[in-house]
């Protein structure tokens, strides 16, 4: 079988939200950089993602919305009107200078991996994952909705089981709302609860074809562990899906600024190894993650999960160095050394609140599809 392939692009490197927005950091060039420094990524398993073309983002996308987002893009502003119709323009989705090119290549990167993964393999899309986009306006960081895009084009494809599955600390609102009462795709999510954008609770379905489990404040990876063999392995087992698409938002760790999640880097990857094989086709994507070092340290291990290839305890020079060069305004106190050092945090184990086991009791309780 094909080694699994890494998209990504230059786009990504200078294109900022701007200075204060929290995706002013370096997220895809640092993990394309570490990766590199590493050895694990040689040229042959790399593949420079290609722009979406506005017709091909309208298989989820309104065309008025598009437009709407070239314009602003062109213009370097954004009208009353289409502030309010397409949330463009805000503090959270604001007017920059890529803000068409840089979602549109992201949904390219995961289009392109749709029609390669089409005979199987795995398919990593670091800057994909932007899983708040609605189908006419943006949404919590979100322009475009790349996941989306790809569930529609594996199911363009014939696919009839397809698995959706969603570790990023915050709910993915923009693909639950997309496919509600879908019978070909299934979608699980574990996210913090009562963390923005507040949808998602236990008994949230969409349809019947979701799983949401939503996760105490301070889960760690015991907790995250127990989500994962008693909720999301059976459920895939009973599916046989035909194509997995993983969501791996970083900002479940216990170091980033926007949730209050407390797990360890060990937690993601060890779900990627699980989901792995568990189907003929496997796409990993990026999402969530506002802390420059865990996310590159993650999203970088993720890419070494998928090869098998083995984490150091101790980083090389070429990458110690990569980590090292970052820099965040929003950084309070020292930087950890272990954030330059390493690539593998300590593992996050404890207690596990009772409000999981509850919850985790309810979904079987409810003979959800994996019963």
Known sequence: MQPPRFIGSEIYRGSSYGPRHPLSIPRVPTVTDLSRAMGWLPATQYINS??????????????????????????????????????????SN????????????????????????????VIYNPGGGTHHGMAD????????????????????????????????????????????GEPRVLMISTHEARRWPFTGTLDDR??????NL???????????????HEVILPALQAMQPEVIVLQCGADAVAEDPLARLMLSNNA???????????????????????????????????????????????????????????HWTRQRGARADHLVETLRDAPRHGPVDDSLRQNIQHLRARQTVWI
Request: glycine share 12%.
């Open 50 to 91: 290609p722009r979406a073309k506005p017709a091909a983002l309208t298989a989820y996308h309104t065309p008025r919305y598009i437009a709407a987002l070239q314009a602003a893009e062109t213009a370097g502003a954004v009208t009353p009107e289409t502030r309010a119709r397409h949330q463009l323009g805000t503090l």
């Open 206 to 211: 969409a349809g019947g074809q979701a799983i």
């Open 94 to 121: 604001p007017v920059f200078g890529e803000m068409f090119r840089r979602p549109a290549t992201s949904a390219g990167g995961s289009l392109l991996a749709a029609e390669l993964l089409a005979d199987g393999g």
């Open 268 to 326: 993601h990857w060890s779900a990627v190894a699980a989901l792995r094989t568990m189907a003929p086709r496997f796409l990993v994507l990026g999402g969530g993650g506002y802390n420059p070092w865990t996310v590159g340290r993650l999203w970088a291990g993720v890419w070494a999960t998928l090869n098998g290839y083995e984490i150091p305890p101790r980083l090389p020079e070429p990458a110690r160095a990569v980590l090292a060069a970052l």
């Open 214 to 228: 939503p996760l105490a404040r301070g889960t760690n990876d015991t907790g995250f562990a127990m989500a994962l």
């Open 137 to 180: 306006h943006a949404g919590g960081f979100c322009y475009l909705n790349d996941p989306v895009l790809a569930i529609k084009a594996f199911l363009a494809q014939g696919l009839t089981r397809i698995a959706y599955v969603d570790i990023d600390a915050h709910h993915c609102d923009g693909v639950a709302a997309a496919f509600v």
